[in-house]
């Protein structure tokens, strides 16, 4: 997504929904260095099923971008065309890499 007029700092920013973790997420990237590598200047939805809501997500990423019209029911709709499922390989893989378990408590 395109960054504010007033964020001159940003190149872009990408929010989506991570099935594998079972999360939106959004990355807010600053202007690429040298090595046209951008810098990372916030990153959320790291952690399995940390942002549940469409809207959360919205309220994070409109701080840094324009947001376009639909954009919380597109979230919604990709979602559930590929919802979390903690019994897919990847989704078990990830949790363990992340040394989270689904029996350890909260």
């Known amino acids: 997504?395109?960054?504010?007029?007033?964020?001159?700092?940003?190149?872009?920013?990408?929010?989506?929904?991570?099935?594998?973790?079972?999360?939106?997420?959004?990355?807010v990237f600053g202007t690429p260095d040298?090595?046209?590598e951008p810098d990372i200047?916030?990153?959320?939805g790291t952690s399995p099923?940390?942002?549940?809501?469409?809207c959360e997500i919205i309220a994070?990423?409109?701080?840094?971008?324009e947001i376009p019209d639909g954009l919380a029911r597109q979230l919604e709709i990709d979602?559930?065309?590929c919802p979390h499922n903690p019994d897919r390989p990847a989704?078990?893989?990830l949790e363990?890499?992340?040394?989270r378990s689904r029996s350890a408590p909260g």
Do not use: C, N, Q
């Not at 200047?41 to 959320?44: E, G, I, K, V």
């Not at 363990?96 to 040394?99: P, Q, R, S, T, Y």
């Open 1 to 27: 997504m395109r960054p504010l007029a007033h964020h001159t700092d940003l190149f872009e920013i990408a929010l989506g929904w991570d099935p594998g973790l079972g999360t939106y997420f959004v990355t």
């Open 34 to 36: 040298r090595d046209r």
């Open 79 to 81: 979602r559930l065309a």
């Open 41 to 44: 200047r916030l990153w959320r």
């Open 60 to 65: 994070i990423a409109s701080a840094y971008a």
């Open 96 to 99: 363990e890499l992340l040394g």
């Open 91 to 93: 989704s078990k893989l």
């Open 49 to 54: 099923r940390e942002i549940g809501a469409p």
